[in-house]
């Protein structure tokens, strides 16, 4: 019996590679390269300069109709010679697209054929491959696999060290800064991996750079394997898929794997596990960004509590914002995510134990034609998610408050705080204002005080 199948029309993610491309792009000195059409390309520059409003260079193997039929490895092979001829990269990050990983191309092959045939006189660049067919999963896998790739081709083992790595998942060039603040606060020295906090959010330029300065540097990758410890802001990755879980295996680096720090909650466990790496004390300036959160809670609580939302995303921010609206009063009616990790409702039971009496419907692999069937019988009062929620929201005059990636219909999406006190106080302050600012426009009168 055949299973009857339906066409995605606006999926809830985004591809594969794309991910792979932004991870990339927060390593020093690297390109990014894809490994197939120009076209895949060009749609991924466009997502991302949309979202940062910074220049992208993207690579591409620029397949053709004979590449398709007799194999990519002669165009690789060209790209790569014209890369690191044009860009003088330290490394090139390769990711594969459908069209490479469909017929079957060996790029691990390829490139040992590459480096037997290179001049060995001539220094080459790093080659790191992440593979990323956007038929298995979708962006925030391919922006895991690319940062579990560079871990396992950089980092090299030896004595451990006082060092701590983080991996961030994929968060605003604001938040990573914001990481790194907190960290040198607790004098902890660091591996932030990926880290495009300059990359893709830059000053300006007196002329045009090939590859933007910032990243995390190859020599501090490959000490990763010394470290002490790591961090992962994950719920949802596993042992095999994680950069983390790599350091574990390999070099027997204990890794603690955090929700994103989103809320109070959250926020607490990632400095309470900092002070115990470090053994120091939080700093003022956060116990004052805490106290500062919690009076926030309670003159905002009235506007808030007792609302309803839909909240959609990549699965790790679903969950951790699920859990931060049940820590401000917010009911999440529905969590979607286009992520297909099968274990998306466990991770949510377990930050909300009740979320089978308070009825919140958890929906994995779906996409915005899904979501809006199930807002019409749900009512939310908020969406909350990226810019691809905006047609719903329109359409069925829902308030959207536009988090993650992407921010395409508003200006700053790279500058937003999400993590930590400081970036829930923003968030929180936006979810409030925006709830304020819907009943005011509702309003049959109209009122200019609270």
Request: hydrophobic letters at 35%.
């Amino acid at each position: 019996m055949k299973t009857a199948k339906t066409a995605t029309q606006n999926a809830c993610k985004l591809c594969n590679p794309l991910g792979a491309c932004l991870a990339f792009k927060g390593i020093e000195k690297c390109v990014p390269f894809l490994h197939g059409s120009q076209g895949c390309a060009t749609y991924i520059r466009r997502y991302l300069i949309s979202h940062f409003k910074e220049p992208v260079d993207i690579a591409s193997s620029n397949f053709n109709e004979d590449t398709a039929v007799f194999g990519g490895s002669h165009n690789l092979k060209l790209g790569l010679r014209n890369i690191t001829k044009q860009y003088k990269p330290e490394i090139i990050g390769i990711a594969t697209t459908c069209l490479s990983e469909t017929i079957g191309d060996d790029v691990e092959m390829i490139l040992r054929e590459y480096d037997s045939e290179a001049d060995p006189a001539v220094s080459r660049p790093v080659m790191i491959h992440a593979s990323t067919p956007s038929y298995q999963g979708t962006h925030i896998d391919g922006f895991h696999a690319a940062t579990r790739a560079t871990v396992a081709q950089l980092a090299e083992g030896g004595t451990k060290r006082n060092l701590l790595t983080l991996f961030p998942n994929m968060v605003s060039p604001a938040d990573l800064r914001y990481l790194k603040e907190i960290l040198e606060s607790f004098s902890i020295p660091f591996v932030l991996l990926p880290d495009y906090s300059e990359t893709l959010d830059g000053g300006p330029w007196g002329e045009y750079h090939r590859i933007p300065k910032g990243g995390t540097p190859q020599h501090a990758i490959r000490k990763s394997g010394t470290a002490a410890a790591s961090i992962e802001f994950t719920s949802v990755l596993t042992g095999e898929k994680s950069p983390a879980g790599y350091l574990e295996e390999k070099f027997d680096i204990p890794s603690y794997r955090l929700c994103l720090p989103i809320g109070i909650k959250q926020s607490d466990a990632f400095f309470n596990l900092l002070e115990k790496l470090s053994e120091t004390p939080l700093p003022h300036r956060y116990e004052d960004e805490r106290r500062r959160l919690v009076d926030a809670y309670v003159d905002g609580h009235k506007y808030v509590f007792g609302k309803k939302a839909i909240v959609y995303g990549e699965e790790d921010l679903v969950i951790a914002i699920t859990a931060f609206l049940r820590e401000i009063g917010i009911s999440p009616v529905l969590c979607a995510s286009g992520g297909k990790s099968g274990i998306l409702k466990k991770r949510l039971a377990e930050m909300v134990p009740d979320i089978d009496d308070l009825g919140i419907k958890v929906r994995e692999g779906v996409d915005f034609v899904d979501i809006e069937n199930e807002a019409k019988n749900l009512e939310p009062d908020l969406l909350i998610g990226n810019s691809k929620g905006f047609t719903l929201s329109r359409k069925n005059n829902i308030p959207i408050v536009r988090i993650g990636f992407p921010i395409h219909d508003r200006f700053g999406g790279q500058r937003l705080h999400h993590l930590g006190y400081r970036g829930t106080q923003e968030l929180f302050d936006r979810i409030v204002n925006t709830v304020i600012e819907y009943r005011q426009n509702s309003s049959p009168i109209g009122y200019t005080y609270m």
